[in-house]
Antibody, heavy 120, light 110 residues
């Protein structure tokens, strides 16, 4: 069974930084693309970032480009999201997700999410 | 990237069928056969129910089906059950390794 477990969320002041982690098990982590998707309170899902299987290629939503960095450690089966210069609009539950052996264009497995609150 | 357009809410009675639409542009829904649908119950993580427009992951019943015409994708749920009451989100690949979600549709099973 695939498990993705996020951690690292919490309360941070505007302009601050936070690093989220996503520990993966039950899948050959090094072969999957990984993603971050967020959901503001009472709002819809928003794609945030994507990283390819070996970490050599990354992509970001315009709203976080230049402030967020996605990375991975395949030896530790862990995905990261470094978030800098945080703003109030970054307040959200952050989910990590993976693609699937049958395709890359969708989010097959999801973690339970970690809440990030940006507030003075 | 602008969010895909979904109706805010839809409802149906148990046993009935409902269709949820998702409208994008030629840059996303209309340009790729990479539309996926997710179901999310309150306080839970989303769950993939349709990928690549009309494919079902293992474990998803055939009551769920997807289609696409031009820049509009649709999710049809037949034989509505009470557990189908949830929020439903469409998502499309938008090129250059970017993805865009719809705003979500709340399905109420009356």
């Amino acid at each position: 069974e695939v498990q993705l477990v996020e951690s690292g969320g919490g309360l941070v002041q505007p302009g601050g930084s936070l690093r989220l982690s996503c520990a993966a098990s039950g899948l050959t982590f090094r072969t999957y693309w990984m993603f971050w998707v967020r959901q503001g309170p009472g709002e819809g899902l928003v794609w945030v970032a994507r990283i390819d299987s070996d970490g050599s290629s990354t992509n970001y939503a315009d709203s976080v480009k230049g402030r967020f960095t996605v990375s991975r450690d395949n030896a530790k089966n862990t995905l990261y999201l470094q978030m800098n210069n945080l703003r109030g609009e970054d307040t959200a539950t952050y989910y990590c997700a993976s693609d699937d052996s049958t395709g890359w264009s969708f989010f097959r497995h999801w973690g339970q999410g970690t809440l990030v609150t940006v507030s003075p | 990237q602008s969010a895909l357009t979904q109706s805010p809410s839809v409802s149906g009675s148990p046993g009935q069928s409902v269709t949820i639409s998702c409208t994008g542009t030629s840059n996303d829904v209309g340009g790729y056969n990479y539309v996926s649908w997710y179901r999310q119950h309150p306080g839970k993580a989303p769950k993939l129910i349709i990928y690549d427009v009309n494919k079902r992951p293992s474990g998803v019943p055939d009551r769920f089906s997807g289609s696409k015409s031009g820049s509009t994708a649709s999710l049809t749920i037949s034989g509505l059950q009470t557990e189908d009451e949830a929020d439903y989100y469409c998502c499309s690949y938008a090129g250059n390794y970017n993805w865009v979600f719809g705003g979500g549709t709340k399905l109420t099973v009356l």
